[in-house]
C-alpha cells in the first residue's frame, strides 16, 4: 500500500488567499484525522471523521477552517482566508478504528508544511 | 480531562549512552498508551504499544512498559544510534474511541 498521501507538500501563499490541502487514506481505513503541528501548541488533533461523517470537529480553530470527506478515499481541509498565524504542518491519519483491534494505530501522511505570509 | 506530559527536550547524547523520556498520563479506565517517532521531515510512526496494564511494548531496541499505578510509559534504550536522532510523542486513546491525544514531543539529538 502507498500509505497515507498528502498534497502539496509544501505551500506558500498570501495572507487571504484560500488554501485547500488534500488527503488519500488508506485503503480500507474507516476513520480519518487531521491534525496541526506548530513549535508552540505541539500536535493538535483538528478534526476527524468516520466512515466519511464528521466525528469531532471542536479542534478546528474557526470558522475560516473547513473539512470534508466526500467519500472514502479522499479529504480536504480548506483555510479561507488564510492568516499568517495558519503556519504550520497539516498531518493527516488513518486507522481501522476499533476494527483494527483494542488499540487504534494511526498512520500519518508526510505532512504539508503551509507558509501563509 | 484526559491528557499526556512528556518530559522537556531536547535530549543530547553521545552515541551508546542509555536514553529515557519520561511520560505520563491523566485518563479516565484504561487507555491504550503509544510511542510514535517523527524523523526530520517527515510524518509520525508507530514506535510501540501497549494496551493495558505491565505491558510492555518493544520495537528498534525501545521499550516501555504500561505502569497504571504511576500513570506512566517511559521509553527507554540501552544504547542509543545517531540514526535514533528524532522527536518522540508519547499518546494515548480510549478503547471506544480513537482519537489520539499527544503530549508535546521530546527531540533526542544522538552526536557519534
Known amino acids: 500500500d502507498a500509505g497515507v498521501i498528502q498534497s502539496p507538500r509544501h505551500e506558500v501563499t498570501e495572507m487571504g488567499q484560500e488554501v485547500t490541502l488534500r488527503c488519500k487514506p488508506i485503503?480500507?481505513?474507516?476513520?480519518l484525522f487531521w491534525y496541526r503541528q506548530t513549535m508552540m501548541r505541539g500536535l493538535e488533533l483538528l478534526i476527524y471523521?468516520?466512515?466519511?461523517?464528521?466525528?469531532?470537529d471542536s479542534g478546528m480553530p474557526e470558522d475560516r477552517f473547513s473539512a470534508k470527506m466526500p467519500n472514502a478515499s479522499f479529504s480536504t481541509l480548506k483555510i479561507q482566508p488564510s492568516e499568517p498565524r495558519d503556519s504550520a504542518v497539516y498531518f493527516c491519519?488513518?486507522?481501522?478504528?476499533?476494527?483494527?483491534?483494542?488499540?487504534?494505530?494511526?498512520?500519518f501522511g508526510p505532512g504539508t508544511r503551509l507558509t501563509v505570509l | 480531562g484526559n491528557s499526556v506530559t512528556q518530559m522537556e527536550g531536547p535530549v543530547t547524547l553521545s552515541e551508546e549512552a542509555f536514553l529515557t523520556i519520561n511520560c505520563t498520563y491523566t485518563a479516565t479506565g484504561y487507555p491504550s498508551l503509544f510511542w510514535y517517532v517523527q524523523y526530520p521531515g517527515e510524518g509520525l510512526q508507530l514506535l510501540l504499544k501497549a494496551t493495558k496494564a505491565d505491558d510492555k511494548g518493544s520495537n528498534k531496541g525501545f521499550e516501555a512498559t504500561y505502569r497504571k499505578e504511576t500513570t506512566s510509559f517511559h521509553l527507554e534504550k540501552g544504547s542509543v544510534q545517531v540514526s535514533d536522532s528524532a522527536v518522540y510523542f508519547c499518546a494515548l486513546t480510549h478503547r471506544r474511541g480513537t482519537a489520539l491525544i499527544f503530549g508535546k514531543g521530546t527531540t533526542l539529538s544522538v552526536s557519534s
Open positions: 491519519a488513518s486507522s481501522l478504528g476499533l476494527r483494527g483491534g483494542s488499540y487504534n494505530e494511526q498512520f
Open positions: 471523521f468516520n466512515n466519511n461523517v464528521p466525528i469531532d
Open positions: 485503503s480500507g481505513h474507516d476513520y
